[in-house]
C-alpha cells in the first residue's frame, strides 16, 4: 500500500488505544445507505506501471522541444537556466508549507522578500505582492483594487481591446458580481471615454500583438481625471524596455511564466502584482516584510496579513489563500541567474531576433507584416491562406509548431496569425520558418 | 543563522548565465522605450546555487518532518509525480497548440475530471480554478448564476457557518453577495433551529450555504442530509468546501450527501507538494443542475475508444458557463501529479487513505485530550480541535504552546482556527504518519505540558533552537519593510 | 481599564466627546487593550458624510482588523493626521493623542443616547463575567 506506514500491529494498538474493534466504528456518523461507495476507478498501479502509462501519454505529444516554436500568445518559449529546477527540486522548498511559522520558514520568507524586491527593480514600482495565480488574475484583482482605492465611488473600468482576451475575459468573470462598467476601448479614443466615474484604466505594453508604445500621454490623462493606471506587462521585455513604473503606472501586473516556469501546457505560472506604497493596504496577495527577531538579528515575516482572509473573512481585500509560492521562488532564481546582464541579453536576443523573422516573411509573397512601429518579441503576419491550414502544413511537413490565429479572437484579423520569436529560436529556425513559407506558396 | 541577500552578495560584473551571441543583423532599438537602469542582482552560479540552498535550509517541510496541521493536509509527498510532471512531452507543452498534438495531455485531463467526478459523485468536473479559494469562488458564482438564469434576481445571501474558513465568506464578498453567519451547536454541528429560523426568514433571498464536511472541527456534521433538504425546500443550492476530503475518499462522495457544487484541493487531499504557498489546484465538481455553469473549457472525448484507435478529447465550453477563472486550462503541472497520484491508489487505496486518516486522528485524540481539553465528546474525523491551555498555567496559550513544539523537532499545528474554539489548536495527522511519530509528538505536548506549569517562561521565550528566535511583527507592519533597498 | 469620564460610549467601543459644537471621537482604553498593538488606522476624508453606525474607517492590528463606527450622525471636519506616523498613540493616549475624528453632528441630541462612563465600565465589567 503505497505511502501508507501502518502495520497490523499498529493498526491494532491503535484501534485498542482508542477503545474500537474497527475503523468501520469510527465512521458511524456517515449515514449507512452512502457509505463505502463502490468507486469505479481503474485499477491502482506499482510506480513502474504508473511511470510507464504517463510516459506513454507524454510521448504521444508533440512539443516546443521537438521543433521550432514560434508560438507565444501570453505563454513563451523561454529558457529556463538548469539552476532554476535544481533549487525548485529541494524538498526544503517544494515540500514546506505557507509560511505562517516564520521561525521555521525563513528560507521561503527570505526568497520571496527577494522576489518583491527583484519584481520593484524590473517595474520600477515600490512595492509587490508575493504572486498571484496568473497574469489573468493579477490583472483581475488589479481593477478590484483601483475600485477599492476609490471606495468603490467610481464604476467604471476601461480596458484596451489589445489586453489579453483571456485576462479581459477574466476580469469579466471576477467583476460580474460587482456592478461594475467594463469598456473594451481603442486607445486612442481613450481620452473620450476617461470621466470622473472611471475608476482605472487598462493598458498592455508589448500589447497581444507585441506592439510598444510611450504610456506618458496615457498616463498623464488618467491621472488628470483621477483615475488609476493600469499596465500589463511582460517581465522578459523588461530586461530591455522602459518600466511602466517609469511612465507613471499605478498598478503594473502580468504574466511571469517567461522567467523560470516553463510551458506546462498552461500552468501553473505566475502572476505579478506591484503598486505604490500609498496602495499597499489594498493590494490583494501576501506580503513579506523584514523586520528582526528576539536576539535583534534581521529575520523576515508576512505582515499586513489583517488584510487577508482569514482575519478579515467578508472583508479582506480577496479571498486569495494559496497562491504560487514555488513558481514565485522559480521566477526568483531565474532573477538571480539571468541577473542586470542576462535579462538584458535574453531581451536583446528576442527584439533582434522578432525583427529579423519580420523582415524576411514580409519580402516572401502573399505575405504581409503591416505598418512598420516598435514591437518586443511578436508581430502579426496577414496569410494568403487560412491560418489553421498554414500550421497544418508548417507541423506536418516541417515539425514546425507556428503561431497564434488571431481570428480567433479577432473578427477582422481572420487569416491573420501572431508569430512569437525568442532567445530560444536561432537564426537556422527562422530561416527555416521562411523556408517552409516560401515552399507553401510556391 | 542569517543569509545575506542577494544584493548583498552582488558584484558588478558578475553573470551566472552564458547566452548564444546574437546571429541576426541587430535592429535599430527605439530609442525612446529602452530602460537606462536594471537594478537586478549580478552573482556567479555557485552564489545562486549556495545561497537558495541555505536558505533551503533554514525551512522545516514535510521531507523533514511532521506537519501536524489540520485543513491542510500535508501527507507525504511522492517523488514519482515530480518525474511525472517534468517529462519533456507534458512540460514543453504549449497550450494553444492544435489539439491533435496534445492528445496525450487531453487524456489526462480528461480522466481527472472523470476520476474526480467519480470520487466526488458529481456530473461534471472543471480542472480550471488554481486554488481552493478560487475554486469557491467559482461555486459561488455559478450558484448565482443559476438563479439569475431561472430568473430569480432576488437572491443574494449565502449562509455560512462561523466554523468556516476565511476563504468563505471572502468569496462570498467577492461574488456581490452577502454573508449571513450560521451559529454551530455544542455537539460541533450546524445548529439546526438557526438554520431553521435564518431559512424560514431568508428562504426566498438564499442563493445557497457554503458547508464544510466534515467541518473544521473535524466532526461530520450528523445531519447534513437533512440540513441539504432544507437548503433545497428554501431553493437554495448546496455549496461543499472541499479542503477535508481526506476523510472523505472511498468512504461517502459528497454529492450523494446533497451537495451541487464542490471544489477540491489537489494540494491537500491528492497529495500534491504545497510549495512554500502553492501552486494548488482547486477544481469544482457540479451536480447535473449546475454542470452548465462550469468554469471553461473543460476536455470532452469527440470519438470513442475503438478498436483501432484511441478516443479523441477536444475543448469545449459549458453551454451557460459563468466564464474563465483564469488563463488558459487550470494548473496541468499539478494535474498530473494528482493523476498519478489517483492511478497508483486506486479506489481501494484511495479508501485505505481515508480510513487511516481516521485512525490516525482518533489515535492522536485519545493520546493528548487528557492534557488538552477537547471541547466536544465525539469521535473524529480525520483531524480535531483541542484547547491550547494547560490547567495551573494560566499565562501560557496556544501560541507558546506552538512555538515549544519547534524545539522539539515539530511544526506547529494550525492555531486559533476555527474561531469558535479558545485558544485552538488544530490537528490533523494525515494517513502518512507512523505511530511512532504520533507517540513521539504526543509525547512532546505532554512535557509541554509539564513545562507550562515548571517554567512557563521557557514556553515564553520559544522557539530557543530554530534558526531566528520570535519575529517581531508589530513592528513589521508599523515600519513597512517589503524590499531592500540598499 | 481606564476612562474618560467626559466622554459617551458607543456600543463598539468608540468613545465621544463634545468640544463646542465639535464631536471629537476615538476607541476606549478597553478596545485598544484587547486590539493589542496597533498598527495602522484607515480614516476617512475631510467632508465624508455618515449616519450613526456607519463604518467610518479601521483600526489595525497584527491580530484583527476592526471597523470604527460612527457613534452619532455627522459631517468630518478633520482626523488624526499623526496617527498615520504614530498609530502607537491610540494604544498609549487613547483618549489624548490617540483621537481619531472630529466631525460636526447632524443630530446633536444622539450625544445622550450614548452611555456615560458609568454605564460602559458596568457593562464591561458585566461583559467579562459572562466570558
Redesign the interface.
Known amino acids: 500500500m503505497p505511502y501508507i506506514p501502518h502495520s497490523d500491529a499498529d493498526r491494532r494498538a491503535m484501534l485498542a488505544a482508542i477503545g474500537v474493534q474497527s475503523v468501520e466504528e469510527l465512521l458511524a456518523d456517515v449515514p449507512a445507505h452512502v457509505r463505502f461507495p463502490d468507486l469505479n476507478l481503474p485499477p491502482a498501479l506499482s510506480e513502474m506501471e504508473a511511470r510507464r502509462e504517463l510516459e506513454s501519454l507524454a510521448r504521444s505529444n508533440f512539443t516546443a522541444a521537438d521543433g521550432p516554436c514560434f508560438l507565444g500568445a501570453g505563454a513563451y518559449h523561454h529558457f529556463v537556466p538548469a539552476v532554476v529546477d535544481a533549487i525548485l527540486r529541494r524538498g526544503e522548498f517544494y515540500t514546506a508549507y505557507t509560511p505562517y511559522q516564520p521561525e521555521v520558514s525563513q528560507g521561503t520568507l527570505q526568497a520571496i522578500f527577494e522576489y518583491q524586491t527583484m519584481i520593484c527593480a524590473l517595474t520600477g514600482m515600490a512595492v509587490s505582492n508575493a504572486s498571484h495565480y496568473d497574469g489573468a488574475t493579477a490583472v483581475a484583482e488589479a481593477v478590484i483594487t483601483a475600485v477599492n482605492v476609490h471606495r468603490m465611488k467610481r464604476r467604471k473600468v476601461i480596458i484596451s481591446p489589445y489586453v489579453h482576451p483571456e485576462y479581459r475575459a477574466v476580469v469579466r468573470t471576477y467583476t460580474q458580481g460587482m456592478g461594475l462598467e467594463i469598456g473594451d476601448r481603442e486607445i486612442g479614443r481613450l481620452a473620450d471615454s476617461l470621466d470622473q466615474d472611471t475608476a482605472c484604466v487598462v493598458v498592455q505594453s508589448p500589447d497581444f500583438f507585441g506592439r510598444i508604445e510611450d504610456l506618458t500621454p496615457l498616463a498623464e490623462a488618467a491621472h488628470a481625471a483621477g483615475a488609476l493606471l493600469v499596465v500589463v506587462a511582460d517581465p522578459i521585455a523588461l530586461g530591455l524596455l522602459k518600466s511602466p513604473g517609469e511612465f507613471g503606472a499605478d498598478i503594473v501586473v502580468g504574466e511571469g511564466q517567461g522567467m523560470g516556469a516553463g510551458l506546462n501546457f498552461g500552468g501553473p505560472y505566475l502572476g505579478f502584482f506591484a503598486t505604490r506604497e500609498e496602495y499597499v493596504r489594498r493590494m490583494a496577495g501576501r506580503l513579506v516584510g523584514q523586520t528582526v527577531d528576539a536576539d535583534g538579528k534581521r529575520g523576515f515575516v508576512l505582515t499586513l496579513s489583517t488584510r487577508e482572509q482569514h482575519i478579515r473573512r467578508e472583508k479582506a481585500t480577496s479571498n486569495i489563500c494559496t497562491n504560487q509560492g514555488l513558481v514565485a521562488l522559480a521566477a526568483a532564481v531565474y532573477m538571480a541567474a539571468l541577473g542586470r546582464c542576462g535579462m538584458r541579453q535574453v531581451a536583446e536576443l528576442c527584439y533582434h531576433r522578432a525583427h529579423y523573422a519580420r523582415q524576411r516573411i514580409g519580402e516572401i509573397d502573399g505575405f504581409s507584416v503591416g505598418d512598420d512601429g516598435p514591437f518586443f518579441k511578436e508581430f502579426v503576419v496577414r496569410c494568403p491562406r487560412p491560418v489553421p491550414e498554414v500550421n497544418e502544413y508548417l507541423l506536418a511537413e516541417w515539425g514546425i509548431i507556428g503561431g497564434y490565429d488571431l481570428g480567433r479572437d479577432y473578427v477582422q484579423l481572420d487569416g491573420h496569425m501572431l508569430l512569437c520569436v525568442t532567445e530560444m529560436n536561432p537564426r537556422e529556425e527562422i530561416d527555416m520558418l521562411v523556408a517552409a513559407l516560401e515552399e507553401m506558396t510556391a | 543563522m542569517t543569509e545575506p541577500l542577494l544584493f548583498e552578495l552582488s558584484r558588478p560584473g558578475r553573470c551566472a548565465t552564458v547566452l548564444p551571441a546574437l546571429d541576426v543583423p541587430p535592429t535599430e532599438l527605439p530609442g525612446n522605450l529602452v530602460r537606462g537602469e536594471l537594478a537586478l542582482p549580478e552573482v556567479s552560479e555557485a552564489d545562486v546555487v549556495r545561497h537558495y540552498t541555505r536558505l533551503s535550509q533554514m525551512n522545516y517541510s514535510v521531507d523533514t518532518g511532521f506537519y501536524p496541521l489540520g485543513s491542510c493536509t500535508m501527507k507525504y509527498n511522492p517523488k514519482i509525480n515530480e518525474e511525472m510532471t517534468r517529462l519533456p512531452g507534458f512540460a514543453n507543452l504549449h497550450p494553444y497548440q492544435d489539439e491533435d498534438s496534445v492528445q496525450g495531455a487531453l487524456f489526462l485531463m480528461y480522466y481527472l475530471q472523470e476520476f474526480l467526478k467519480e470520487i466526488g459523485g458529481f456530473a461534471g468536473v472543471s480542472l480550471q480554478p488554481a486554488a481552493g479559494a478560487q475554486g469557491e469562488l467559482t461555486g459561488v458564482l455559478m450558484m448565482r448564476a443559476y438563479h439569475l438564469d431561472r430568473g430569480d434576481a432576488a437572491r443574494d445571501v449565502i449562509l455560512v457557518p462561523d466554523s468556516a474558513h476565511g476563504t468563505n465568506p471572502a468569496s462570498t464578498s467577492m461574488s456581490g453577495l452577502r454573508v449571513l453567519e450560521v451559529p454551530s451547536d455544542l455537539r460541533g454541528n450546524v445548529d439546526m433551529g438557526a438554520l431553521e429560523a435564518a431559512c424560514g426568514e431568508h428562504g426566498d433571498r438564499l442563493v445557497g450555504l457554503m458547508l464544510t464536511n466534515p467541518n473544521t472541527l473535524g466532526l461530520f456534521e450528523e445531519r447534513v442530509e437533512e440540513i441539504a433538504a432544507l437548503v433545497h425546500d428554501c431553493g437554495g443550492l448546496m455549496y461543499g468546501d472541499g479542503a477535508n476530503m481526506n476523510a472523505l475518499l472511498g468512504i461517502a462522495r459528497p454529492g450523494d450527501l446533497g451537495f451541487d457544487v464542490l471544489h477540491y484541493n489537489l494540494h491537500k487531499t491528492f497529495g500534491t507538494p504545497h510549495g512554500g504557498g502553492g501552486p494548488g489546484s482547486g477544481p469544482v465538481g457540479a451536480a447535473p443542475s449546475l454542470v452548465d455553469f462550469l468554469p471553461g473549457p473543460v476536455v470532452e472525448m469527440d470519438e470513442e475508444w475503438s478498436e483501432e484507435s484511441l478516443p479523441h478529447f477536444t475543448f469545449v465550453s459549458p453551454q451557460k458557463s459563468i466564464g474563465r477563472m483564469k488563463a488558459f486550462y487550470g494548473h496541468f503541472g499539478v494535474m498530473v501529479r494528482a493523476y498519478t497520484y489517483i492511478r497508483m491508489l486506486g479506489a481501494g487505496g484511495l479508501r485505505r487513505v481515508a480510513e487511516h486518516a481516521v485512525l490516525n486522528a482518533n489515535y492522536l485524540m485519545s493520546q493528548v485530550k487528557d492534557l488538552y481539553r477537547v471541547p466536544y465528546d465525539r469521535t473524529c474525523m480525520h483531524e480535531f480541535v483541542c484547547e491550547g491551555i494547560v490547567p495551573g498555567a494560566p499565562d501560557v496559550r496556544a501560541l507558546d504552546i506552538s512555538k515549544r513544539l519547534i524545539d522539539y523537532g515539530f511544526h506547529p499545528p494550525t492555531n486559533y482556527f476555527p474561531l469558535i474554539v479558545h485558544e485552538a489548536l488544530m490537528i490533523e495527522p494525515t494517513e502518512t504518519e507512523s505511530k511512532e511519530t504520533l507517540d513521539a509528538f504526543a509525547d512532546a505536548l505532554r512535557r509541554i505540558a509539564e513545562e507550562a506549569r515548571a517554567d512557563p517562561d521557557l514556553l515564553h521565550q520559544a522557539p530557543l533552537s530554530a534558526p531566528v528566535r520570535r519575529l517581531d511583527e508589530v513592528r513589521a507592519a508599523r515600519e513597512l519593510i517589503l524590499r531592500w533597498e540598499g | 481599564m481606564k476612562l474618560d469620564q467626559e466622554a459617551r460610549y458607543a456600543d463598539n467601543h468608540e468613545w465621544a466627546r463634545r468640544d463646542g459644537d465639535e464631536i471629537v471621537c476615538g476607541i476606549s482604553d478597553h478596545a485598544q487593550e484587547s486590539l493589542s498593538?496597533v498598527?495602522?488606522v484607515?480614516l476617512p476624508e475631510e467632508g465624508d458624510e455618515f449616519e450613526k453606525g456607519d463604518v467610518f474607517g479601521v483600526v489595525?492590528?497584527?491580530?484583527?482588523?476592526s471597523?470604527l463606527y460612527m457613534p452619532m450622525g455627522g459631517k468630518i471636519i478633520a482626523v488624526n493626521e499623526e496617527l498615520e506616523d504614530a498609530?502607537?498613540l491610540v494604544n498609549q493616549e487613547p483618549y489624548g493623542a490617540g483621537w481619531m475624528i472630529r466631525f460636526a453632528p447632524s443630530d446633536p441630541s444622539e450625544f445622550d443616547d450614548l452611555a456615560t462612563a458609568r454605564e460602559y465600565e458596568a457593562r464591561i465589567a458585566e461583559e467579562e463575567d459572562e466570558a
Open positions: 498593538d498598527v495602522y484607515e489595525e492590528s497584527v491580530k484583527a482588523a471597523d498609530p502607537e
